[in-house]
């Protein structure tokens, strides 16, 4: 896995930009409803799933995903790539639920990550201790 990861992050670094998926588009996401639309509609909104998982109650779940990574600038500039080189990141998922064919839930997210390399990564993190199994605040 970790050799995985090195090689995804030299490509990255090379070609400057990698994405996996397809954007996906917020505005027809919206008008997936809740107990009204059909596996079919969503195909035809959406597009074919990136992933679909059959579950053994006989309810179908649908994956679009969206990653793109963008190489900093800095990265290309020699010597200033020790200490401020990283990457970019944005992310997407929909995951669509359905139930006799007809949408059950959906769930949407989005985010994105500024990753370091090089001395700006710095060291570790200081995290407070936790009295209960919640992550901390």
Same mark, same amino acid.
């Given at each position: 896995?970790?050799?995985? !990861?090195? !090689?995804l992050?030299?490509?990255?670094?090379?070609?400057?930009?990698?994405?996996?998926? %397809?954007?996906?588009d917020?505005?027809?996401?919206?008008?997936?409803?809740?107990?009204?639309?059909t596996?079919a509609?969503?195909?035809? !909104?959406?597009?074919?799933?990136?992933?679909?998982?059959?579950?053994?109650?006989?309810?179908?779940?649908?994956?679009?995903?969206?990653?793109?990574?963008?190489?900093?600038?800095?990265?290309?500039?020699?010597?200033?790539?020790?200490?401020?080189?990283?990457?970019?990141?944005?992310?997407?998922?929909?995951?669509?639920t359905?139930?006799?064919?007809?949408?059950?839930?959906?769930?949407?997210?989005?985010?994105?990550?500024?990753?370091?390399?090089?001395?700006?990564?710095?060291?570790?993190?200081? !995290?407070?201790?936790t009295?209960?199994?919640? %992550?901390?605040?």
């Open positions: 896995m970790k050799n995985i !990861l090195c !090689l992050t030299v490509i990255i670094v090379i070609t400057g930009c990698a994405t996996v998926g %397809r954007k996906i917020q505005a027809k996401v919206a008008q997936i409803k809740q107990g009204q639309t596996r509609q969503v195909v035809q !909104l959406i597009g074919s799933p990136d992933q679909m998982t059959q579950m053994g109650n006989g309810t179908v779940m649908f994956q679009y995903v969206y990653v793109r990574a963008s190489a900093k600038a800095s990265n290309f500039v020699p010597v200033v790539n020790m200490f401020a080189g990283g990457m970019d990141m944005q992310n997407e998922s929909v995951m669509v359905f139930t006799n064919d007809v949408v059950s839930q959906i769930v949407s997210t989005s985010g994105g990550n500024e990753i370091n390399s090089g001395v700006a990564a710095g060291g570790s993190a200081d !995290l407070p201790a009295t209960s199994n919640k %992550r901390p605040r």
